[in-house]
């Protein structure tokens, strides 16, 4: 089975695409609602938050877990791959793995592979973005805005990682306190719609022209991404991380095949426990009831 893991229900439009991607395969989804959100936890917090969810989709028959919240990704992904999931890999003697949703998100912000070397920069090329999900490159540096939590700016993961890449591209990042924990707690919409409207207006304020793109750098953000898409200037792109990281997926689970993930279309939602006044906005996006029993 194929675990996604998450603080709470953002995680749940990554999970809606992964399905979508693969709907032959068995899932397991776990949000940490009782601990949500992650974006002002400290890392400590955050790592063993992170690592106890892991571990309780590995007891439900996972061998592959996606870590579909950006906080959790930027801040623990990396130590979990190198220091603790090979000894777990030598305990229980079972191919298992994290993967986490930065990676192709930055694949499709720069239209290049993770492995791929940097693009020189070359204005007058009119070069074809490797990947789909970036728009055709322009002429002149590129200007991306990141809205994530206060976590994810702090780790300065998007910025670092797109200009190693793409030095053409200029990064701008926009903090959203207390945004994924009103999404999570059900806030009435005109509520979100006040606070992202000022976010972006926050991030306007360092800009002197719109931006190219937009990446909602919280899987919560697009639960509300209507709500971004009116505040930001109009025909400004939001580079859609669920989608990027479905594709990501299909790409991965060819090359092993090794993992075994089911193929019976098995679906589980479990949850640590919620308030039940965000289920109709997170109903509404899914397009139908969740049965979400208790981790």
């Given at each position: ?5 998450d603080?709470?229900f953002?995680g ?39 690592c106890?969810?892991i ?13 579909a919240?950006?906080t959790a990704?930027?801040v623990?992904l990396r130590?979990i ?6 000894s777990i890999?030598?305990k ?10 930065v990676?192709?998100?930055i694949?499709?912000?720069t ?8 693009r020189?920069?070359?204005?007058f ?15 002149g ?7 994530a ?12 990682e797109?200009r190693?890449?793409?030095p053409?591209i200029?990064?701008i ?5 207390d ?5 999570e707690a059900?806030?009435p ?8 409207r ?11 022209a ?6 909602l ?21 939001i ?5 990027a990281t ?5 790409g ?6 090794e ?12 949850s ?7 289920l ?8 139908g ?6 981790a």
């Amino acid at each position: 089975m194929i675990g996604v893991f998450d603080s709470g229900f953002g995680g749940l439009t990554v999970h809606r695409a992964l399905i979508e991607a693969l709907p032959e395969r068995d899932f397991v989804y776990l949000g940490d609602n009782k601990n949500a959100p992650y974006g002002t936890r400290p890392p400590l917090e955050v790592l063993n938050l992170t690592c106890a969810g892991i571990e309780r989709l590995f007891a439900e028959g996972c061998t592959l877990v996606i870590v579909a919240c950006n906080t959790a990704s930027v801040v623990t992904l990396r130590w979990i791959q190198q220091q603790w999931l090979p000894s777990i890999r030598r305990k229980e003697n079972i191919k298992r793995n994290a993967i986490g949703i930065v990676v192709p998100t930055i694949e499709a912000a720069t239209g290049l592979g993770w492995h791929e070397e940097a693009r020189p920069i070359n204005p007058f090329a009119e070069a074809e973005a490797s990947l789909p999900l970036f728009p055709a490159e322009a002429a002149g540096p590129h200007t991306i805005v990141v809205f994530a939590t206060a976590r994810t700016v702090e780790t300065e993961t998007y910025p670092y990682e797109i200009r190693k890449r793409r030095p053409d591209i200029r990064v701008i990042q926009q903090a959203c306190p207390d945004l994924a924990s009103a999404i999570e707690a059900g806030a009435p919409r005109q509520k979100l719609k006040d606070m992202i409207r000022d976010y972006v207006g926050q991030a306007n304020e360092l800009l002197s022209a719109p931006p190219d793109s937009v990446i909602l750098g919280c899987t919560h953000y697009p639960l509300v991404a209507d709500l971004f898409a009116e505040a930001l200037p109009v025909g400004v792109p939001i580079i859609h991380q669920p989608e990027a990281t479905a594709s990501a997926l299909r790409g991965y689970l060819e090359r092993h095949p090794e993992y075994n993930v089911g193929s019976h279309g098995k679906r589980t939602f479990l949850s640590t426990g919620f308030s039940a006044d965000a289920l109709p906005l997170i109903e509404k996006f899914w397009g139908g009831t969740l049965d979400f029993k208790q981790a």
